[in-house]
């Protein structure tokens, strides 16, 4: 079993950055990838970002260049830092655990223009 926990969303203006964190507890020996998704209101959930345990990155069109997803295998924590946030990054950013399928309860997001 795994537990993900996010925090450091809120509300930002358009240009403004934010710092998420997921922390993960209970059997993380075995978590390789991990993800960030987010799902807007009346959208499906989409792909923000994927990072590998040996830190190899992917990210969705919409974010490249503006989104940095890293992780402290130490303490055991994966991070998405968003910078030049835009309004159509307002949504519900969920952590994920690639390999096990194990989901965050979400942290809201809000871009204000």
């Known amino acids: ?28 020996f ?22 590998t345990s040996g830190g190899g990155t992917a990210y969705g069109d919409s974010v490249k260049g503006r989104f940095t997803v890293s992780r402290d295998n130490a303490q055991n ?8 946030l835009k ?5 519900v950013y969920y952590c994920h655990a690639e390999v096990e399928n194990y989901w965050g309860q979400g942290t809201q997001v809000t871009v204000s223009s």
């Open 77 to 84: 924590t994966l991070y998405l830092q968003m910078n030049d």
């Open 1 to 28: 079993q795994v537990q993900l926990v996010e925090s450091g969303g809120g509300l930002v203006q358009a240009g403004g950055s934010l710092r998420l964190s997921c922390v993960a507890s209970g059997s993380i």
């Open 87 to 91: 309004p159509e990054d307002t949504a």
């Open 30 to 51: 075995s978590i390789r990838a991990m993800g960030w998704y987010r799902q807007a209101p009346g959208k499906e959930r989409e792909l923000v970002a994927v990072i």
